[in-house]
């Protein structure tokens, strides 16, 4: 089968704003929750592990390590140890990105976000979660003289808070544990601080579920449509804020990027079907073969789009692959000659990617030599292209922070009030 070679991406629609009271309420509490906090647990989703972090928060987290005495110029390095004060960083829903890019996702934070330790972690797996509770525990035992524990649970809607919680609660105590908590497919289902939950007897360590926090404005242009449609197609905003066909349209699009040889939704479509990168002529094969018909005999593309987005939320997403297409894609790029030698394909570069966050182009010169790539050549290569993924996204969220313009129209209408009525309380005092 062909590789894609050049995928475009769509036209997006600018992102709504979705910020219910009930999240700005508990961004203005995180300040006083933190001085009762030891360790702060933040989810974000393995599939989104760049977009699903929550600039808005990390003002109140940095401010609570400083106070804590970790240092401002180092964030590795503790100047005062007055007690637990720990962040810990968690990959959910692990089950759902393929687990060739984990390892080298690991090594290219930790290179770049040296300050936060990540976890991939997934309510399926117990071994996670057992080791996420060990984990608290030992963070625990190296405070001995610290009576308990407190661990707030903090990240975007739905990327699995209370989830994960129910499973440790279940983990870490024996017999009859208290009512688990809610949990929904849909964001927005916690929407108030919990009460204290208990992980573990011996050390005491308690934790705290909290309402998904989706911030304020996603973003102006380009990036800010990209951000909203990632996080709404993974069901992080709320849902019928977006229509069926922007979602499918991105899908169709992260999936090609991820597997450009053999793109996932094939598995809904006849063997032997080659992969296809325009929506409509996706979208009337899945009509055709899924026999969805409107009055008049037209083939429905808006139930096809639905049902698409659908079945990757619900199973798609669990087709992963176990080992890289890179190694398959370094072959399409090389074939050899009658006489064995190497000689490049007319291919000059493919677009490939990791979970939706992460795309990179591969050319030929990324490979020595195309019929000896190895597992760890490829797992560094990997890294490598994550590590710039990583640098151009905090480069870009640097960019939006200096820029005083890069806010709702909702939140630029306040200021502008706010300006009007401080210039005329000024030009009151100068005219008494
Ligand atoms: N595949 C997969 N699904 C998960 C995992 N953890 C949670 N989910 C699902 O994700 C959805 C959201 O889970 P919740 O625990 O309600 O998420 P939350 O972060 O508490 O959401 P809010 O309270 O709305 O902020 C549910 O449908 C869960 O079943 C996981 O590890 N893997
Ligand atoms: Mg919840």
Redesign the pocket.
Known sequence: MAALTHIPSPLLPAPPSWYPGHMMKFTRMLPSLLTRTDVVIE?RDSRLPLTSINKSLEAALRKWRLERGWDANDPTRRIINAGPCERLVVL?????VPEWGMEPFRLAMTKKCPDQQVIF?????PRDIRDLNKTLVDIARRYPHTPELNVLVI?????????????LRSMGIKGKTPKA???????????AISTRLKLSLDPLVYAF?????MLPFLGQGASGAERGVKLALI?GIKEGLYDMDTLASYLLYRLNVLSPISPAYLALLPEGTQPIIDLDVFLTKIAQRMGMIKRGAELDLSRAAAYFVRWWREEG??LQTASSTLQTLSHHMFVSNEKGANTIEEVSSVTHGWGFDFEWQISPNDFHDAHKVVESDVASLVQLKMEECIENHLVQSEREDRDETNISATQRKKQLTIEEKARRRAKYATNR
């Open positions: 989810i959910n829903k692990r089950d759902l972690a997934s309510w399926h797996r990240g975007m809607p739905n990327v699995g808070k209370s989830t994960l919680l129910n499973a908590f809610k949990t929904s497919a849909q964001p927005g289902l916690t929407q579920d909290t309402p998904g926090v069901a997403g669990l």
